[in-house]
Nanobody, 124 residues
Framework: QVQFVESGGGLVQPGGSLRLSCAAS????????IGWFRQAPGKEREGVSC???????YYAASVKGRFAISRDNAKKTVYLQMNSLKPEDTAVYYC??????????????????WGQGTQVTVSS
């Protein structure tokens, strides 16, 4: 059974930092590109960042320079370090397997496995 568990979300002030973790199980995680996606209230889910098997990284324009994705295959975990957080970063953050990058955005596999999400709230 494939399972992703996201953690690390919480309430943070604008300009603050947060580190999200995505722990995978039941999956040969080193065989896949893994991405972070987010969904804010009233909005569609959007790609945030992803990392390839060779650790090449991609970022949405809205987070580039502020967020950093990394992976530890031995721990079967993907991280998202979020710095200089803004209120517009508020969303539920999910991780999933990724197929490709299109127009600068990470695209989830059609048969992607999704985690349950972790809430990130940026507010003063």
């Amino acid at each position: 059974q494939v399972q992703f568990v996201e953690s690390g979300g919480g309430l943070v002030q604008p300009g603050g930092s947060l580190r999200l973790s995505c722990a995978a199980s039941g999956l040969a995680v080193d065989d896949y590109a893994i991405g972070w996606f987010r969904q804010a209230p009233g909005k569609e889910r959007e790609g945030v960042s992803c990392i390839s098997r060779s650790r090449y990284t991609y970022y949405a324009a809205s987070v580039k320079g502020r967020f950093a994705i990394s992976r530890d295959n031995a721990k079967k975990t993907v991280y998202l370090q979020m710095n200089s957080l803004k209120p517009e970063d508020t969303a539920v953050y999910y991780c999933a397997t990724v197929s490709t990058v299109s127009n600068g955005l990470c695209v989830a596999r059609n048969d992607a496995y999704w985690g349950q999400g972790t809430q990130v709230t940026v507010s003063s």
